[in-house]
């Protein structure tokens, strides 16, 4: 198969980027996206021009390392993949494919296709963990745990952190990413007592790090390669309005009752 | 930050996978005063500890209520074909149901039985059903956990950092050299202690390996150059069921849930090898009956290879989508295979290094604060051959013993002084590889060689002419490695720069392993000869030392600890 390929190009995080041409030919329809880009690389450095940078490790769609917004969507045309599990298959012969980084505030461009996605670390770090009884190893049994509530929160655990939901969204919001992480949580017992103060946390880190709202498009479970749930999102937004309530009644500053 | 990175850290820690997230996270835990660091090439949360599917071994009995500690030390010891050092599996075993109730309470959501226990399901060579899991995601969930906690408790994260080397002056080290990756600037990072995390080395069977680009045992060759010795490299463990064309993996729960291996006639073939545990036998024994199977000519053709099936469509549409859905996710998009109404295509795959640093049962090596912990290290707990489920809980157990020996002895020394020039050498020796003159070889060519000697020679069936064959490619790769060109000359994420670090790294551990497996004249868990089938207790019951004295390769030995099970012949 043959293609060309638009793609962004962007010496470092300073300099100006754009959007450059190529042509690709001789692709196996088997091929992965990625194995697509080794054989441009290859190309360019037989060319002696440098090679495209992008984001991989696995290559089997979990560790969450590859981005790329395909065409206008990120991880590319087909539902439920990422980057990695892409084939060419999924084009037609001879299609002009575009390629760019993410696109949001909260994810700077580093070179090329690669951006830097550490802002997801800190709205964990603000928040996002289980603090309780973790200061040594318990010798009693385990917490019992309802097995429709385990299977909850490994759904929502399934997310892989790459993006895609931020990159997705008009606002270039997390709410998917807080929601996964909130519910998660929130749905074990370990994890619920400190729900309250862990997703006020939260949400107030994803908003000074600039990330946008949400204006309930769905476009980011559309794209998850994951299939996290909306419902994630609706579940972060109870708990946060609640627990605000709460806060808002108990803090001596704002009067209240 | 500038100011933080001036002062000496306490410990380094290199690699944040599991074991080295839970070595951060014990470390801090331990003593909190300490200044810990977590050094990782890629950002934690993406370590290849995220692919490990099917679970960790504990001895919980909440599925089989006889299960009990002492059979899992012996079924790990038997399994490890009795190369294991016996107390350091005692430890292994032992620390096994802290670790998963302590990982329960940070909120790691493991699977459930109906009594709202812990699940646990059958694994490869354990007489009872003891992994405990999360769907087939385990490694991914555990890995987000650690990490969280590593976060929360303040850990430094240098994310997107390449080790380099070790600064050692006489005996004593000093810290480590590393490359930013996002501005290409080399730096001294002066420490009291470093531990090695870095995971395996079987990504230089590159296409037939399950591992992640990144597996390049980066910490077991800068350990390696700096003078301190390997162990038991030539047991590399071929995983029976990778995906035809990628040799990405299909967890061994696929087959603990029931699935079938079958040849070209509609055997499942494993009756003639395996007749009681059938496709549940050990990794090294599945693996040999399936390359055995597709030698003599019961294998299925295609132009990227021969192949077998593994069947899993009398499980059921239900329990595929609900107990492997990766895998179904995995085989349809890698092989256009639904697993639902048709069998995988499978083959052997390079996927655990079961050798790596030498260490005690502490994670501490031959060189004073230098500390190794996980698929890296090689305490040994795995000997010839590890268990299914056996890998996260030796990264977990002893990820977490590293981190608190590092922590209670890290001020016994005193933090090194890393040179200017040191440096400054180091920044020169990659700006080498960028140079035109005498520098034509591409990096692409080299790695894929090397992958194809190694498993056409050094593979899961070997003998004496292949290895030699085997030695004299290395050498060769080596020789032309010398002459490899960096073409992209740019600071900021050189990744080909970085393709050409992780393949020096590979060719150097490359040599220890096919050396390893010329000297051992014996067939010993994942490591057959042909030409010396049998074990060979008298001479080779010992571990193989492979170290850089003035340069070049020199092998060595060392005693296996025995315990309470005297050696026996292996058989399932």
């Given at each position: 198969?043959?293609f060309?390929?638009?793609?962004?190009?962007q010496k470092?995080?300073?300099?100006k980027?754009?959007?450059?041409?190529y042509?690709?030919?001789g692709?196996s329809?088997?091929?992965?996206?990625f194995e697509?880009?080794?054989?441009?690389?290859?190309q360019?450095?037989?060319?002696?021009?440098?090679?495209?940078?992008?984001?991989h490790d696995?290559?089997?769609?979990?560790?969450g390392t590859?981005s790329?917004?395909?065409n206008g969507?990120?991880?590319?045309p087909v539902?439920?993949?990422?980057?990695?599990?892409?084939?060419?298959?999924?084009?037609?012969?001879?299609?002009?494919i575009?390629?760019?980084?993410?696109?949001?505030?909260?994810?700077?461009?580093?070179r090329?296709?690669?951006v830097d996605?550490?802002?997801?670390?800190?709205?964990?770090?603000?928040?996002?963990y289980v603090?309780v009884?973790?200061g040594?190893?318990?010798?009693?049994n385990?917490i019992?745990?309802?097995?429709?509530d385990?299977?909850?929160?490994f759904?929502a655990?399934?997310?892989?952190g790459?993006?895609?939901c931020v990159a997705?969204?008009?606002?270039?919001?997390?709410m998917?990413?807080v929601?996964a992480k909130?519910?998660?949580l929130?749905?074990?017992?370990?994890?619920?007592?400190e729900a309250?103060?862990?997703?006020l946390?939260?949400?107030?880190?994803?908003?000074?790090l600039?990330?946008?709202?949400c204006s309930n498009?769905?476009?980011?479970?559309?794209?998850?390669?994951?299939?996290i749930?909306v419902?994630n999102?609706a579940?972060?937004?109870?708990?946060?309005?609640?627990?605000?309530?709460?806060?808002e009644?108990s803090?001596?500053?704002?009067g209240?009752? | 930050?500038r100011?933080e990175?001036?002062?000496?850290?306490?410990i380094?820690?290199v690699?944040?996978?599991?074991?080295?997230?839970?070595?951060a996270?014990e470390a801090m835990?331990t003593?909190p005063?300490?200044?810990i660091a977590?050094?990782?090439?890629?950002?934690?949360?993406?370590s290849h500890?995220?692919?490990?599917?099917g679970?960790?071994?504990?001895?919980?009995?909440n599925?089989?209520k006889?299960?009990?500690?002492e059979m899992?030390i012996f079924d790990t010891?038997?399994?490890?074909?009795?190369?294991?050092?016996?107390?350091?599996?005692?430890?292994?075993?032992?620390?096994a149901?802290k670790?998963?109730?302590e990982?329960?309470?940070?909120?790691?959501?493991?699977?459930?039985?109906?009594?709202?226990?812990?699940?646990?399901r059958?694994?490869?060579g354990?007489?009872r059903?003891?992994?405990c899991?999360?769907?087939?995601?385990t490694?991914?969930t555990?890995?987000?956990?650690l990490?969280?906690?590593?976060?929360?408790k303040?850990?430094?994260?240098?994310?997107?950092y390449?080790?380099?080397?070790?600064?050692?002056?006489?005996?004593?080290?000093?810290g480590?050299?590393?490359?930013?990756?996002?501005?290409g600037k080399?730096?001294?990072?002066?420490?009291r202690?470093v531990?090695?995390?870095?995971?395996?080395?079987?990504?230089?069977?590159?296409?037939r390996s399950?591992?992640?680009a990144?597996?390049?045992?980066?910490?077991?060759?800068i350990a390696?150059?700096?003078?301190?010795?390997?162990?038991?490299?030539?047991?590399?463990?071929f995983?029976?069921t990778?995906?035809?064309k990628?040799?990405l993996?299909?967890t061994?729960?696929a087959r603990?849930?029931g699935?079938?291996?079958v040849n070209?006639l509609?055997?499942?073939f494993?009756?003639?090898?395996a007749?009681?545990?059938?496709e549940?036998?050990?990794?090294?024994l599945v693996?040999?009956?399936v390359?055995?199977?597709?030698?003599?000519?019961?294998?299925?053709?295609?132009?990227?290879?021969?192949?077998m099936h593994?069947d899993?469509t009398?499980?059921g549409a239900?329990?595929?989508?609900s107990?492997?859905?990766?895998?179904?996710?995995?085989?349809?998009?890698?092989e256009?295979?639904?697993?639902?109404?048709?069998?995988?295509?499978?083959?052997?795959t390079?996927?655990?290094?079961m050798g790596?640093?030498?260490?005690?049962?502490?994670?501490?090596?031959?060189?004073?604060?230098?500390?190794?912990?996980?698929?890296?290290?090689c305490v040994s707990?795995h000997?010839?051959?590890?268990l299914?489920?056996?890998?996260?809980?030796?990264?977990?157990?002893?990820?977490?013993?590293?981190g608190?020996a590092?922590?209670?002895?890290a001020?016994?020394?005193?933090?090194g002084n890393?040179?200017e020039?040191?440096?400054?050498?180091?920044?020169?020796?990659i700006?080498?590889?960028?140079?035109?003159?005498?520098?034509?070889?591409?990096?692409g060519?080299?790695?894929?060689?090397?992958?194809?000697?190694?498993a056409?020679n050094?593979?899961?069936y070997?003998?004496?002419?292949?290895?030699?064959?085997?030695?004299?490619?290395i050498?060769e790769?080596r020789?032309r490695?010398?002459?490899?060109?960096?073409?992209?000359?740019?600071d900021v994420?050189n990744t080909?720069?970085l393709?050409?670090?992780?393949?020096?790294n590979?060719?150097?551990?490359?040599?220890?392993?096919?050396?390893?497996?010329?000297?051992?004249?014996?067939s010993?868990?994942?490591?057959t000869?042909t030409?010396?089938?049998?074990?060979?207790?008298e001479?080779?019951?010992?571990?193989?030392l492979?170290a850089?004295?003035g340069?070049k390769?020199?092998?060595g030995?060392?005693?296996?600890?025995?315990?309470r099970?005297?050696?026996?012949e292996?058989?399932?």
């Amino acid at each position: 198969m043959n293609f060309t390929l638009r793609i962004w190009r962007q010496k470092n995080a300073e300099a100006k980027g754009g959007m450059v041409s190529y042509s690709v030919s001789g692709v196996s329809a088997d091929s992965s996206f990625f194995e697509m880009l080794d054989i441009l690389n290859q190309q360019l450095v037989d060319e002696g021009a440098e090679p495209v940078c992008f984001d991989h490790d696995c290559r089997e769609g979990i560790c969450g390392t590859c981005s790329l917004y395909i065409n206008g969507r990120p991880h590319g045309p087909v539902k439920g993949v990422t980057t990695c599990q892409l084939h060419m298959r999924s084009f037609a012969d001879g299609e002009t494919i575009s390629i760019e980084p993410w696109r949001a505030k909260a994810f700077p461009i580093v070179r090329d296709l690669i951006v830097d996605r550490s802002a997801l670390d800190r709205i964990n770090q603000a928040g996002g963990y289980v603090s309780v009884n973790s200061g040594g190893v318990p010798d009693a049994n385990s917490i019992p745990v309802r097995k429709a509530d385990s299977d909850a929160a490994f759904d929502a655990a399934a997310c892989i952190g790459c993006g895609a939901c931020v990159a997705a969204c008009a606002n270039a919001a997390a709410m998917l990413f807080v929601g996964a992480k909130v519910s998660h949580l929130a749905l074990l017992p370990q994890g619920k007592v400190e729900a309250r103060e862990r997703v006020l946390k939260m949400v107030e880190c994803m908003d000074d790090l600039g990330f946008g709202g949400c204006s309930n498009t769905y476009a980011c479970e559309a794209e998850c390669p994951k299939g996290i749930s909306v419902a994630n999102i609706a579940m972060m937004n109870r708990e946060f309005l609640s627990s605000a309530i709460r806060k808002e009644k108990s803090s001596p500053f704002t009067g209240g009752f | 930050m500038r100011f933080e990175r001036m002062k000496p850290f306490d410990i380094i820690i290199v690699g944040g996978g599991g074991g080295g997230l839970y070595a951060a996270m014990e470390a801090m835990k331990t003593n909190p005063s300490l200044k810990i660091a977590v050094l990782s090439k890629v950002y934690p949360n993406r370590s290849h500890t995220s692919a490990a599917q099917g679970g960790a071994n504990a001895a919980l009995a909440n599925k089989a209520k006889d299960d009990s500690v002492e059979m899992h030390i012996f079924d790990t010891i038997k399994g490890s074909d009795y190369l294991a050092d016996q107390d350091a599996v005692d430890i292994l075993c032992s620390e096994a149901p802290k670790i998963i109730r302590e990982l329960d309470n940070m909120g790691t959501p493991w699977s459930r039985l109906d009594d709202k226990t812990i699940a646990q399901r059958p694994f490869g060579g354990a007489g009872r059903p003891r992994c405990c899991y999360c769907a087939d995601k385990t490694g991914h969930t555990i890995l987000q956990t650690l990490y969280e906690q590593c976060l929360k408790k303040g850990v430094v994260f240098f994310n997107e950092y390449f080790a380099l080397n070790l600064s050692v002056s006489g005996s004593r080290m000093k810290g480590l050299i590393a490359m930013d990756m996002k501005t290409g600037k080399i730096e001294g990072l002066s420490a009291r202690t470093v531990i090695f995390a870095t995971g395996g080395y079987a990504k230089m069977y590159w296409n037939r390996s399950s591992n992640a680009a990144g597996n390049s045992g980066d910490g077991q060759a800068i350990a390696y150059r700096a003078g301190i010795p390997l162990k038991d490299m030539e047991f590399v463990q071929f995983h029976p069921t990778g995906l035809r064309k990628s040799g990405l993996l299909v967890t061994e729960g696929a087959r603990g849930e029931g699935g079938y291996l079958v040849n070209s006639l509609g055997e499942r073939f494993m009756a003639r090898y395996a007749p009681e545990k059938m496709e549940l036998g050990p990794r090294d024994l599945v693996s040999r009956s399936v390359e055995t199977e597709i030698l003599e000519g019961r294998g299925f053709e295609s132009p990227a290879g021969k192949y077998m099936h593994l069947d899993l469509t009398h499980l059921g549409a239900d329990l595929i989508k609900s107990r492997l859905p990766q895998i179904r996710e995995m085989s349809m998009y890698f092989e256009g295979v639904d697993p639902i109404e048709e069998p995988i295509p499978i083959r052997p795959t390079a996927h655990y290094s079961m050798g790596g640093i030498d260490t005690d049962n502490f994670g501490r090596t031959v060189m004073e604060g230098v500390y190794a912990a996980g698929e890296c290290a090689c305490v040994s707990v795995h000997g010839a051959n590890r268990l299914g489920g056996n890998s996260l809980l030796d990264i977990l157990v002893f990820g977490r013993i590293a981190g608190h020996a590092a922590a209670e002895e890290a001020r016994n020394f005193e933090p090194g002084n890393i040179s200017e020039e040191e440096v400054r050498e180091s920044a020169e020796e990659i700006r080498n590889y960028m140079k035109p003159a005498g520098h034509f070889e591409r990096y692409g060519a080299l790695r894929e060689e090397l992958g194809q000697t190694l498993a056409n020679n050094v593979g899961i069936y070997r003998e004496a002419s292949l290895l030699q064959k085997g030695m004299s490619d290395i050498e060769e790769l080596r020789e032309r490695f010398k002459k490899v060109r960096v073409f992209d000359t740019s600071d900021v994420f050189n990744t080909n720069l970085l393709q050409v670090l992780e393949l020096r790294n590979m060719l150097d551990l490359s040599e220890t392993v096919a050396a390893g497996a010329y000297a051992r004249e014996e067939s010993r868990g994942s490591h057959t000869r042909t030409d010396f089938p049998n074990r060979d207790d008298e001479k080779w019951h010992k571990h193989t030392l492979a170290a850089l004295e003035g340069g070049k390769l020199a092998l060595g030995e060392k005693p296996v600890t025995m315990g309470r099970y005297e050696l026996q012949e292996r058989t399932y």
